[in-house]
């Protein structure tokens, strides 16, 4: 398959920023053989945008023109038919602001018996640059003066960031306890290497605008390594013909190290705090008469220690009626526990923390 696509904007605001996009994608599934499924594929994107900025946001240059090479193959291999397979592949990529780069994975999956699967997986990922990584301008604010120029506090993109790292180790199992019940358990490991970080620059002077002035600018760095490890569970359970149960529980840690010639004292702190130790669900759907749907799902997520937003527990429901074979009508209720809930604080305090609130809809559907 083949898909080509052109998007063009334009944004009226502080930025005003235009872009225009030209993307292209192919891709390919083959069989090999009797025991290989290979799947390749390429795209092509060029994005050209240009900013008009002010004196308080602004990119470095205004204009840039970028082009994105990227491939993939991968290729699934039925070692033993039916017991055990290998998948392998990699992308490779080539991007304006870093070059080349290549993303392998390794994935194994065993099935001792119809009712069981043990798998593993090892993949590499790169989180490579955006515009907002090297060539942002951004002043902040100016300090207190005490007699001599004004100082302002500036954030400047770098042009010599690096891609942002990380290798994957996961493994599970999938077993079906009995006839209408399966459990799903995973675990897994992230190795985390040339991670963001906000450093101090050199200070300078600057005429330019009126009156001079000091420039204090900071800039990012890839100067902070870690690692995650966390586990997941999940079962789906079926007590009776007409109504199925499925709960999910997940847990995480993550771990940030500033490099020693690191001067950041926060990122570590909110790369850590800002993903939930805890997370659980569980979700209800009974089929009450000729096709009229109940569903019901209950949320439980832990607090978030940088930014700090509290813990909530979310319960929405949904009571979903066939009108004829092309319309349907859906009564919903969101978040009825709490009269509204936070779930989003900006650390750097230039949005409004999001509250959820109690809600309830009727959704009609007509399909022609």
Do not use: C
Request: charged share 20%; no cysteine; aromatic share 12%.
């Amino acid at each position: 398959s083949l898909q080509i696509s052109y998007d063009q904007y334009e944004r009226d605001d502080v930025l005003g920023d235009k872009r225009r996009t030209l993307d292209m994608n192919f891709q390919d599934r083959f069989a090999w053989g009797q025991r290989q499924d290979l799947t390749w594929g390429f795209e092509y994107r060029r994005s050209a945008s240009r900013a008009r900025g002010s004196f308080f946001l602004s990119f470095v240059p205004p204009a840039v023109s970028m082009q994105l090479f990227s491939s993939f193959l991968q290729d699934e291999i039925a070692i033993l038919p039916d017991r055990l397979y290998l998948t392998v592949g990699t992308k490779l990529e080539d991007n304006h602001y870093t070059g080349f780069a290549a993303m392998p994975s390794i994935r194994v999956a065993f099935i001792p018996s119809a009712n069981r699967t043990i798998w593993a997986a090892i993949s590499r990922v790169d989180r490579t640059p955006a515009e907002t990584d090297t060539s942002l301008l951004l002043n902040i604010g100016e300090l207190p003066s005490s007699g001599g120029p004004p100082t302002l506090l500036r954030f400047m993109g770098n042009p010599h960031f690096q891609d942002e790292v990380s290798t994957a180790y996961e493994a599970g199992f999938r077993t079906a306890v009995a006839k209408r019940l399966t459990l799903d358990l995973s675990a897994y490991y992230g190795d985390y290497d040339n991670q963001q970080t906000i450093e101090p620059a050199a200070p300078f002077f600057e005429n330019s605008p009126s009156p001079p002035h000091l420039v204090v600018p900071f800039r990012y760095a890839n100067l902070m390594h870690g690692e995650t490890h966390g586990l997941e569970a999940s079962a789906n359970w079926k007590p009776a013909a007409r109504w199925a149960l499925s709960t999910g529980y997940a847990f995480e840690q993550i771990h940030m190290h500033p490099a020693p010639s690191s001067q950041d004292t926060t990122s570590a702190g909110e790369a850590e705090g800002s993903s939930p130790v805890h997370s659980a669900q569980l979700r209800s759907s009974i089929l009450l008469w000729r096709n009229v749907n109940w569903d019901t799902s209950a949320y439980f997520v832990d607090r978030l220690v940088d930014p700090t937003t509290p813990s909530y527990t979310r319960v929405d429901t949904q009571l979903w009626f066939p009108l004829g074979e092309r319309g349907s009508l859906s009564l919903v209720g969101q978040n009825l526990v709490h009269d509204h809930h936070q779930e989003f604080t900006d650390s750097t305090g230039s949005a409004i923390p999001t509250l959820v609130k109690r809600s309830a809809y009727a959704k009609f559907t007509w399909q022609f």
